[in-house]
């Protein structure tokens, strides 16, 4: 029996702990976060112990790994300190705030033999793996042109927006879309060129926020291959406003996209069961109903279980999360400098 101590006991602590407990040879042994209450809400649910820090969590006797579930500017601390303690670990995204920071969970996870595995569960959800399918299948032919638009409100936690905290809604939220991109072309990217701004400063919710990240952006990505990734992200939308999401491919074959009956101001996380994935191509138009399986971090839980117990590598592995930290980067230089930036 694996035992695991959760880092962090908020939305996706939870998540971490239910996926973790859900396996037959794993069990959360510790829980900590900052507020107590938050811990010890957790812990109860549980019935694991509650460690006062993070530093207490992973040297805590009976733990062999540790799911980081702080916010990105606490991943590398946390991650390289468990790999030295000969933990394995399964972190948030975004991976880091730096490549710095990547590096060092890499080498540390390298020096101490320990399985690295970061968050980017997009990939293994089923509306996500029919679009894969459809590729796959040479429906949509190549190059794939990747359109994904996520417009939104200021988001309800200060640390999305705060750019020493998670680096800002584009740090926060692309690389599940990068990710998911390599994913469908499986080709690598080359550059980009981007646009962005602050759409949140002045906004009431975020009054507390001194150093606001990108949260607004369009961004044009190459791949080798000769596939394009577009991405328009608004987080700062005024509170209230009605959120929209898409994510569309086109190729010279046919064009697929996300559909969801029920939810059409869907949030790409979010989902009812009426989720599917509609395609027209020359055959003309059908919709796959896809399963809502919004199952949070587990599928990166099942492939790390896998990967300690037979060495082989997660789809989640580390080296991936550090692509997708890349191109997050490259894109916010983009941003910054009006240049295209070569990945
Ligand atoms: N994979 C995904 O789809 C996904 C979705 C949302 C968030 N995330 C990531 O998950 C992480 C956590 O996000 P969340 O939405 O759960 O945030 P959250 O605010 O709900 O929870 C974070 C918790 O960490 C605690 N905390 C902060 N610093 C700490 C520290 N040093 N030691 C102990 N506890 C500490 C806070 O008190 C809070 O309870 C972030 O890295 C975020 O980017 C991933």
Redesign the pocket.
């Known amino acids: 029996m694996l035992g695991v101590a959760i880092?962090?006991?908020?939305?996706?602590?939870r998540k971490h702990a239910a996926g973790w407990n859900a396996q037959d040879g794993a069990t959360v042994v510790t829980v900590?976060?900052?507020?107590p209450d938050?811990a010890d809400a957790l812990s109860g649910q549980l019935n694991a112990g509650v460690s006062r820090?993070?530093q207490e969590a992973i040297t805590t006797q009976g733990v062999d790994i540790v799911s980081i579930?702080?916010?990105?500017c606490?991943?590398a601390a946390?991650a390289v300190a468990a790999a030295n303690a000969g933990r394995h670990v399964l972190c948030?995204?975004?991976m880091a705030l730096t490549l710095a920071e990547a590096d060092q969970m890499i080498a540390a996870a390298k020096a101490n033999n320990i399985q690295l595995s970061v968050?980017?569960?997009?990939r293994a959800l089923s509306r996500f793996r029919t679009m894969k399918r459809l590729i796959d299948d040479g429906r949509l032919g190549a190059p794939l042109y990747i359109r994904f638009s996520e417009m939104r409100e200021v988001r309800p936690?200060l640390?999305?927006h705060d750019r020493g905290l998670?680096g800002g809604p584009v740090h926060?939220m692309t690389g599940?879309l990068f990710d998911l991109a390599r994913y469908f072309t499986e080709a690598e990217p080359v550059s980009v060129t981007a646009t962005g701004a602050v759409f949140g400063r002045g906004k009431a919710r975020l009054e507390s926020v001194s150093d606001f990240g990108i949260d607004t952006a369009e961004i044009a990505m190459r791949f080798t291959g000769g596939h394009v990734l577009t991405i328009g992200l608004n987080w700062g939308l005024p509170e209230g406003t009605p959120g929209h999401c898409h994510e569309m491919i086109h190729g010279p074959e046919g064009v697929a996209f996300c559909q969801d009956a029920e939810a059409p101001d869907r949030f790409l996380?979010d989902v009812s069961d009426t989720i599917g994935v509609v395609i027209k191509d020359r055959n003309g138009r059908e919709r796959i109903a896809c399963d809502p399986d919004d199952e949070?971090?587990e599928a990166c839980v099942r492939q790390l279980m896998r990967a300690i117990r037979t060495g082989e590598r997660s789809d989640f592995d580390g080296r991936q999360g550090r692509i997708a930290l890349r191109m997050i980067l490259a894109s916010l230089t983009a941003i910054e400098t009006g240049q295209t930036i070569t990945i």
């Open positions: 880092i962090g006991c908020g939305d996706m602590g900590c976060d900052h507020h938050r820090n993070w579930c702080v916010p990105v606490d991943h946390v948030e995204k975004a968050c980017h569960q997009y936690k640390a999305m998670n926060d599940h996380g949070g971090p």
